[in-house]
């Protein structure tokens, strides 16, 4: 088998762009490489949507979360009131007794 190396040229390093992780990688053609190249980018393109569907997923989670704490919040307050209405009308009863 021929093991071929693919290597960067002086052209090919001046016109090179680094991608997140600081590696030099030469711009290529967007259909070269042929069906492999294809696949990979369909391949990509399909983790892509997967992931940012998920993230659509999340924000309902957000959602929910913020309206049990808002109702936690709401029955909080209204047993406080309760609370409170209730000691005062147990003191004005004691004081008419």
């Known amino acids: 088998m021929n093991d071929i ?3 960067i040229s002086a ?3 001046s016109s090179a762009t680094a991608d997140r992780s600081g590696s030099l990688l030469p711009e290529a053609p ?3 490489g042929g069906p492999q190249r294809i696949m990979h980018r369909t391949l990509g393109t399909a983790l892509v949507l997967r992931n940012a569907m998920r993230q659509g997923n999340q924000r309902g ?4 979360t913020e309206n ?3 109702l936690t919040g709401a029955v909080a307050i209204a047993l406080t009131v ?3 209405v209730g000691n005062y009308v147990a003191t004005k009863l ?3 007794a």
């Open 68 to 70: 049990a704490v808002l």
């Open 61 to 64: 989670l957000s959602q929910s």
């Open 11 to 13: 052209d090919d390093a």
């Open 5 to 7: 190396q693919p290597s």
């Open 30 to 32: 967007a259909l070269a």
């Open 82 to 84: 309760i609370g409170l």
């Open 94 to 96: 004691g004081e008419l």
